[in-house]
């Protein structure tokens, strides 16, 4: 029998801790001996918390923030934007089981409705875009 697929919320404690590594050859525009952060889901959840209501933030500028937080000299993008899309889809569960978006981690801060990952969200892009306009708006 194949096994249960995990929740987007089981998935929020995977890896359970940030990691960061020293890369061995120049990536993402980062040269040879930077430090990586790895980060967690979780990591990211709590920075979402952190963004002031009607404010938003750059995918760039959170790995920017998070790995100056960890003594790293930047994030990896592609963990960083797998782990994002955890973080909003955990949250669009609790929405699903009665939470509403005050209490639910605002990804919608960092995710662009514009961008690939707006458009591979359960929710689609128009629910980033009218949560940012209400946010504005209040």
Same mark, same amino acid.
């Given at each position: 029998?194949? !096994?249960?697929?995990k929740?987007?919320? @089981?998935?929020?404690?995977?890896?359970?801790?940030? @990691? $960061?590594?020293? *890369?061995? /050859?120049?990536?993402?525009?980062?040269?040879? &001996?930077?430090?990586?952060?790895?980060?967690t889901?979780?990591? *990211?959840? !709590?920075?979402?918390?952190?963004?002031?209501?009607?404010?938003? /933030? +750059?995918? =760039?500028?959170?790995?920017?923030?998070?790995?100056?937080?960890?003594? #790293?000299?930047?994030?990896?993008?592609?963990?960083?934007? *797998?782990?994002?899309? *955890? +973080? #909003? %889809?955990?949250?669009? =569960?609790?929405? !699903?089981?009665?939470?509403? +978006?005050? %209490? /639910?981690?605002?990804?919608?801060? /960092?995710v662009?409705?514009?961008?690939?990952?707006?458009?591979?969200?359960?929710? &689609?892009?128009?629910? $980033?875009? #009218?949560?940012?306009?209400? =946010?504005? =708006? +209040?």
């Amino acid at each position: 029998m194949p !096994a249960k697929k995990k929740s987007w919320t @089981e998935k929020m404690s995977h890896p359970a801790k940030p @990691e $960061v590594k020293c *890369i061995d /050859v120049p990536y993402a525009g980062a040269p040879a &001996g930077s430090r990586m952060l790895i980060p967690t889901p979780r990591l *990211i959840d !709590a920075y979402l918390w952190q963004i002031p209501v009607g404010q938003t /933030v +750059a995918p =760039e500028l959170m790995r920017r923030d998070l790995a100056a937080d960890q003594s #790293a000299d930047f994030s990896c993008p592609l963990t960083s934007g *797998i782990f994002l899309r *955890i +973080a #909003a %889809e955990s949250a669009l =569960e609790e929405m !699903a089981n009665g939470r509403t +978006a005050l %209490e /639910v981690a605002p990804f919608w801060r /960092v995710v662009d409705p514009r961008s690939p990952l707006a458009g591979k969200l359960s929710c &689609g892009r128009s629910f $980033v875009e #009218a949560q940012r306009r209400q =946010e504005m =708006e +209040a």
